[in-house]
């Protein structure tokens, strides 16, 4: 009788002491045999580490690493994608839980079809007293099937929403085909945006994935999904990119630097970045309008304070607000920009004359 493929469950945590030990539980209770579980202590300061090493020692099968330093969850979870030898990998938090089931029924899919690069399971939302709270309606799980990698691409775009579909089994031949992940907000969208170029992705649609609490808040996540956010620095200040007080935007610029860099022909690549912006304005063209209204009413003290600051942070926030007025121009053409541009440009220029000596700047 062949053996059964492995698969490496990846867990990461940060301070969870409250939850970890369930989470764990719920790996270990797994009917899939031939699994691996690797556990990521994200340099917690609570009692987080020593529930996972108490866990460690009582089951020598699984491995523990402990980063020095807390990096945030877009450098674990590329960690927990690289880790490991297995052919299948599946990243995991420390919140959420999974059916005993889980890995067997979502494997069950991904080996009766070799093209299938990931298997997700549909999800419900549970309190911390494990009341069942509700389900994620079915139009949030993701069925990108079929030849055409383009239109698999486009159905993420045009469906994904929430993290049950995102926390699965994936084939590590299509994640070792991903690109490095940014610090945007939107990373995930444009992560499995990226792995349908490579593969289909399918669902389980009993509901086996059990999220705690339903998630965060859409703007605590864009501050955590900037690469200063994550490692817990402030995000406002000159050297922050102001791309997380614009989550949607910048989640569709998120897409097109991926796909500008992905493993398709330039015919495919030319119709991904055109699909875009049709595919973000038809889903949220009002919540975009109300984003670039808000950039509107905020540039003027933004510009306002990069205007006294030294010579090279004036230039690095210009840097920052010319990149975000140019996703604008991408996602909405028709607004109008001219002057914002003008004006992000003169702030620039004006840093640039400054002088280039910080002693004579200070004098």
Not at 46 to 56: E, K, M, N, S
Not at 123 to 131: E, K, N, P, R, S
Not at 183 to 190: I, S
Request: aromatic letters at 8%; proline letters at 6%.
């Amino acid at each position: 009788m062949p053996s059964l493929p492995t698969v490496d469950v990846n867990l990461f945590v940060y301070n969870g002491a409250a939850t970890v030990g369930a989470a764990i539980e719920s790996v270990l209770a797994q009917t899939w045999p031939a699994l691996t579980l690797t556990l990521i202590d994200d340099g917690s300061t609570d009692g987080t580490a020593a529930i996972l090493a108490a866990f460690a020692s009582q089951h020598p099968h699984i491995r523990l690493k402990r980063n020095r330093r807390n990096g945030g969850a877009i450098a674990n979870f590329q960690r927990a994608l690289w880790f490991g030898d297995a052919d299948f990998v599946m990243p995991k938090s420390g919140d959420d839980l999974i059916a005993p089931d889980f890995v067997a029924q979502t494997m069950a899919v991904l080996l009766d079809n070799s093209a299938c690069a990931m298997c997700h399971a549909a999800g419900l939302i549970f309190t911390g007293v494990a009341d069942v709270r509700g389900l994620y309606p079915p139009e949030h799980r993701l069925s990108a099937t079929g030849e055409n990698r383009v239109a698999r691409a486009r159905h993420v775009m045009a469906r994904y929403t929430t993290s049950p579909s995102f926390w699965g089994v994936y084939r590590r031949d299509a994640v070792d085909r991903l690109s490095r992940i940014r610090y945007r907000a939107g990373w995930d969208h444009a992560l499995l945006a990226e792995l349908a170029l490579y593969g289909e992705i399918r669902h389980v649609a009993e509901p086996l994935y059990w999220r705690r609490d339903g998630g965060k808040p859409v703007a605590n996540l864009a501050r955590a999904s900037t690469e200063r956010g994550s490692r817990g620095l402030p995000v406002a200040d000159p050297f922050t990119e102001p791309h997380w007080q614009t989550p949607l935007l910048t989640t569709a610029f998120a897409h097109l630097e991926i796909f500008a860099v992905s493993h398709v022909t330039d015919s495919e690549r030319t119709a991904l970045m055109r699909a875009v912006p049709d595919i973000f304005r038809a889903r949220w063209l009002p919540a975009l309008r109300q984003e670039v209204a808000a950039l509107r009413g905020a540039l003027p003290k933004l510009l306002e304070t990069a205007r006294v600051l030294p010579r090279l942070d004036a230039i690095w926030s210009a840097r920052g607000l010319e990149d975000l007025l140019h996703v604008v121009t991408i996602l909405l053409p028709e607004e109008e920009l001219s002057e914002a541009r003008h004006q992000v440009g003169a702030l620039a220029e004006a840093a640039r004359r400054k002088s280039q000596h910080p002693s004579e700047e200070a004098a």
